[in-house]
């Protein structure tokens, strides 16, 4: 089974329902089904091969979902750019990714002639025009492209441990690695997501504001699998949050914790109408805990959902549930948590030398699960040291309870040793939230 299977397996069902919407753009599961299917056969038929590495460096639009859909009916490995990144950054992935083929967007103009410099295996460029009438020497019109491919599903055998994308980490200690994710693991991902999260029923919607390139991509199939509507935020703002929650009676909201405190700090944010919001997920970092305490007061009780994952294994490791999310409750500690472990997760703490701690010790966070990364690229060296008798160190250092919830301290390269001690940065930024007058805070080992 591949991630493929199920999105044609969705233009069946929902044809002619909405499945995304960005700005005044609509597009229905049908009509992705076809520019995917178009765009993936005039990639097969420039040349490129099952395999393949296709760079992506795009904003936020529906582009961003043909692309990434078109990619798994060909058998093309995606290699998702962060918005973000400079020039010399993404040169550098184009580079240890042995991309074939760039598609970007015209908002990177600007970058894209630094960006490709000694980058000799880029044989075809495409330029989605994102509503600039400009055009760019070398590169190829994304719309012009997707014209010539034929409509038909493409007649690709995809497997399920074939790489879907390489997902670049950060490179907080060196250059960033190219995490290797597979059909599998998307898949697993998506389920996991379906079983805690949602959607729960068909035409549900959720609202997405990171960059489809990295968190907020991994929503997007279990809405598909379910006949859900993605809305997608080009570029984050509080205030067009919360219209946009309200005008399209959105459902769910997913967003990370800075982006949540902004929104907290809306003028009347109280008299917004949310009458079908059920689930506000919020990732990717800790909450702190005086600004999660504000946000359940507004939002109100069993609503907001806590999850925690890594590049290496996404998106849903942990999860701090809604029930879980109350001012009242037998366990207000739990607050601090990430949660418990996903069903499919298998969780551990263990000391330098790879033992398990006491139960509730400090410790580096160990596990495994279906949707652990096949490796980094090219790089069996760091792979090996990642992944250690099929267990993923993560360098969290945490504990887990007696109840089996899960307590982030934060980076193994992070911890302040005083007197003899180990203290999280996280514990220092929680006591610092306490004060009235502290909006955010950060705490460097």
């Known amino acids: ?56 460096w795009m904003e936020n639009s529906i582009r961003c979902i043909e692309l990434d859909f078109a990619l798994a009916k060909a058998g093309l490995v995606r290699v998702s750019l962060n918005p973000r990144l400079t020039a010399r950054e993404a040169q550098y992935i184009f580079q240890d990714s042995d991309a074939r083929c760039l598609v970007y967007g015209a908002s990177f103009d600007v970058q894209i002639n630094v960006a490709t410099q000694d980058t000799s295996l880029i ?3 495409l330029r989605a025009a994102e509503g600039m009438h400009t055009k760019l020497d070398g590169s190829v019109d994304f719309e012009t492209f997707i014209s010539g491919g034929n409509a038909e599903i493409p007649a690709c055998k995809v497997e399920g441990e074939d790489l879907y994308c390489l997902f670049y980490t950060s490179g907080t200690t060196g250059r960033p690695k190219g995490v290797m994710l597979s059909h599998r693991a998307m898949l697993h991902v998506a389920w996991n997501l379906l079983m805690e999260v949602g959607p729960i029923s068909i035409g549900e919607k959720i609202l997405l504001m990171q960059p489809l390139s990295h968190g907020a991509g991994f929503f997007v199939l279990p809405q598909f699998m379910k006949g859900g509507s993605s809305i997608i935020i080009r570029d984050f703002d509080p205030s067009e949050v919360m219209r946009l929650a309200s005008v399209h009676e959105i459902e769910v909201i997913k967003l990370i914790p800075t982006m949540l405190q902004r929104i907290l700090r809306l003028p009347g944010l109280e008299s917004v109408k949310l009458p079908k919001l059920r689930a506000l ?106 992944i250690r008798d099929g267990w993923l160190k993560t360098k969290d250092m945490g504990r887990i309870d007696e109840h089996g919830f899960v307590y982030l301290l934060g980076r193994s390269d992070e911890m302040i040793i005083s007197g003899g001690y180990n203290i999280a940065p996280r514990e220092v930024e929680d006591v610092l939230y306490q004060h009235e007058l502290v909006q955010e805070a950060s705490v460097v080992g």
């Open 123 to 125: 044989e075809l460029r």
């Open 281 to 386: 997920i919020y990732g990717a970092s800790p909450m702190p805990t005086e600004p999660l305490r504000h946000a359940i007061s507004v939002f109100g009780p069993d609503r907001l959902i806590q999850i925690y994952g890594q590049s290496e294994c996404p998106v849903t490791l942990s999860i701090l549930p809604a029930e879980e999310h109350r001012l009242e409750q037998p366990y207000p500690e739990r607050l601090a948590s990430a949660g418990r472990t996903w069903a499919t997760v298998e969780m551990r703490v263990v000391d330098d030398d790879f033992a398990d701690v006491l139960e509730g010790g400090i410790g580096e966070i160990v596990l495994r699960g279906p949707h652990m990364m096949s490796g980094y690229w090219k790089r069996e060296d760091l792979t090996c040291e990642a």
């Open 1 to 56: 089974m591949n991630v493929a299977d199920q999105l044609h397996k969705a233009a069946r069902l929902y044809g002619d329902s909405i499945a995304a919407r960005c700005g005044d753009e609509i597009s229905t599961y049908a009509e992705i089904e076809e520019r995917s299917n178009r765009l993936a056969n005039a990639l097969l038929a420039f040349g490129l091969k099952h395999g393949d590495r296709v760079a992506t």
